[in-house]
């Protein structure tokens, strides 16, 4: 019986009004989408469970969610951070360095492309106002669907191939990468000069992406591609 490979989504967690742990279901819906079968991965910091998650998903979604900690990149926490979460963090940044090490296929979404940076030794503006007063608008107002900036995708990359030179994108974000990590390449940029997406070099699919393509799914397919990939790559590893 052919298998659909397994894509691990890494959940969130909030407090209130009880500890609950949960995605958005745009998430598993894109893996879905994608061709693959969709498991939950609860918030935990035990490391051997982790280690376990690595080892039961061919792939895996890191989805959005709260900022990074500085104190997790060596700052401190500017007046314009928004809330964090220790627990969160010494979720995702290990789980996503023992991803790394497996060198199992991953889309990394939102705060996951931050937690990619920051899992590799990279460092992140707490507002995009800190890069610049001139910055375009990163929150959009306007629905998940609707695009509001465009992107410009680095030739030679594995975005590039996926959408070649230009794609118009959906933008949720109040943060961005600062210093990128070494073993990051820069995919895309808005044309403002904020990062929006970087992969992995020398790695079967490693995809930090700033903007919400699962979120733009529902409307239509433009962003389809990605969650296909991750899913084709996670199907030949799965095989090996
Ligand atoms: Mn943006």
Known sequence: MSQKP????????DESPIPRIFTNEHYPKAVIRGGGTPVMLPVTTDRE????????CDGFLFS?????????????????????????????????????????????????????NVALGGTLYQDVTEYSEKVAKHIQEANRGDVTHPVEIQEGTQ????????????????QALKKVADRLTVSARCPDGIVEAVEVKDYPYGMGIQWHPEG????????????????????SKAAD
């Open 6 to 13: 397994v894509i691990g989504i890494v959940t969130v967690h």
């Open 49 to 56: 469970v982790l280690q376990q998650f690595t080892g039961l």
């Open 64 to 116: 959005g969610g709260q900022d990074i900690s500085p104190m997790r990149y060596g700052e401190l926490q500017s007046r314009l951070c928004g809330s964090t979460s220790l627990l969160l963090d010494d979720f995702q940044i290990p789980l996503m360095q023992m991803v790394l090490e497996s060198r199992k296929p991953f889309v990394a979404i939102c705060r996951g492309i931050q937690v990619l």
């Open 159 to 174: 975005l590039y191939d996926l959408f070649g030179k230009q794609i118009w994108t959906n933008s949720f974000h109040h």
């Open 216 to 235: 733009m799914l529902p409307y239509d397919d433009a962003m389809l591609p990605l969650f296909q990939e991750l899913v084709r790559a996670s199907i």
